[in-house]
């Protein structure tokens, strides 16, 4: 499974960005898809998965009411529509997905993903 993350960009606070990921090759179907962020110097974080084909989604958080998660699976694609974004949000955006469904637990442990775009720049400006 191959991953491509766009839709970053630079965006002032109070805005909003919709990032994209497109998945290809041997997508396994509706399984657990997520982002996380990493800013820098600090570890990559869970931002928000979609957890298998019923849309059950889980957020961390720093994000919960501002960020939605969603699927078009005739697309392959999952997205982040990240609105009232802060300077905090800056970091470079990747997504993930498992080869499973799993747990609602396990779909915030990047431990678990197997497949990793590239990542996509978020720049929040004050």
């Known amino acids: 499974v191959q991953l491509q993350a766009f839709g970053g960009g630079s965006v002032q606070a109070g805005g909003s960005l919709r990032l994209s990921c497109a998945a290809s090759?041997?997508?396994?179907?509706?399984?657990?898809m997520g982002w996380f962020r990493q800013a820098p110097g600090r570890e990559r974080s869970f931002v928000a998965a979609?957890?298998?084909?019923?849309?059950?989604?889980r957020y961390a958080d720093s994000v919960k009411g501002r960020f939605t998660i969603s699927r078009d699976s005739a697309k392959n694609t999952i997205y982040l529509q990240m609105d009232d974004v802060k300077p905090e949000d800056t970091a470079v955006y990747y997504c993930?997905?498992?080869?499973?469904?799993?747990?609602?637990?396990?779909?915030?442990?990047?431990?678990?993903?197997?497949?990793w775009g590239q990542g996509t720049l978020v720049t929040v400006s004050s």
């Open positions: 993930a997905s498992r080869d499973t469904v799993g747990s609602y637990q396990g779909a915030a442990d990047k431990r678990l993903y197997r497949n």
């Open positions: 090759g041997r997508t396994a179907g509706s399984t657990t």
């Open positions: 979609i957890i298998g084909g019923n849309s059950n989604t």
